[in-house]
T-cell receptor
């Protein structure tokens, strides 16, 4: 595709509900990242996929957060039992994956999650 | 733990002025530094990426420098335009120790260019 796309663009849910956020990376990009950006803060790393596997999930805040990328393309970030503190913009990025230390990451527009 | 600080948090300048945005980081063991632009409600657009072996990168009216040993970078914007109004984020990439080369971001500088 032309760029990284994320759906939905906005999600409003109630405390305790389950949500799924979707990311479509740039076609051919093997590396995929999820970040969370709270109001007035910079994005914070959540998880990194190389292909289908989560190479680094050290940024996930707790076990309510989970992400998958079953076919090495689209990824879904899943949040169980949402809390008000989960409200933030969730950003997805992808890169070629040839040299992770130097590749440019291309970001999607984000999903704004609001937990009431 | 790597920390990235951006100064100032906000900046307002008249159109046509040259300006400098500052970024500092605490751990100099980085692979590269990247400057991004973020417009309201939008994702991040990469502006410049400086590898750790480089001192500066230029793109159009933008020039970014990197002094890795002192943990500093600057983004210079020449002849500012109202369309430059956005939040500018600095991010450094380093090995996380957990399997990836993570980007650590600053909080950003919100720039307003007044016509």
């Amino acid at each position: 595709g032309a760029g990284v796309s994320q759906t939905p663009s906005n999600k409003v849910t109630e405390k305790g509900k389950y949500v799924e956020l979707r990311c479509d990376p740039i076609s051919g990009h093997t590396a995929l990242y999820w970040y969370r950006q709270s109001l007035g803060q910079g994005p914070e790393f959540l998880i990194y996929f190389q292909g289908t596997g989560a190479a680094d999930d050290s940024g996930l805040p707790n076990d309510r957060f989970f992400a998958v990328r079953p076919e090495g393309s689209v990824s879904t970030l899943k949040i169980q039992r949402t809390e008000r503190g989960d409200s933030a913009v969730y950003l997805c990025a992808s890169s070629r994956g040839l040299a992770e230390s130097t590749d440019t990451q291309y970001f999607g527009p984000g999903t704004r999650l609001t937990v009431l | 733990k790597q920390e990235v600080t951006q100064i100032p948090a906000a900046l307002s300048v008249p159109e046509g002025e040259n300006l400098v945005l500052n970024c500092s980081f605490t751990d100099s063991a980085i692979y590269n530094l990247q400057w991004f632009r973020q417009d309201p409600g939008k994702g991040l657009t990469s502006l410049l990426l400086i590898q750790s072996s480089q001192r500066e990168q230029t793109s159009g009216r933008l020039n970014a420098s990197l002094d890795k040993s002192s943990g500093r970078s600057t983004l210079y914007i020449a002849a500012s335009q109202p369309g430059d109004s956005a939040t500018y984020l600095c991010a450094v990439r380093a090995y996380s120790g957990a399997g990836s080369y993570q980007l650590t971001f600053g909080k950003g500088t919100k720039l307003s260019v007044i016509p």
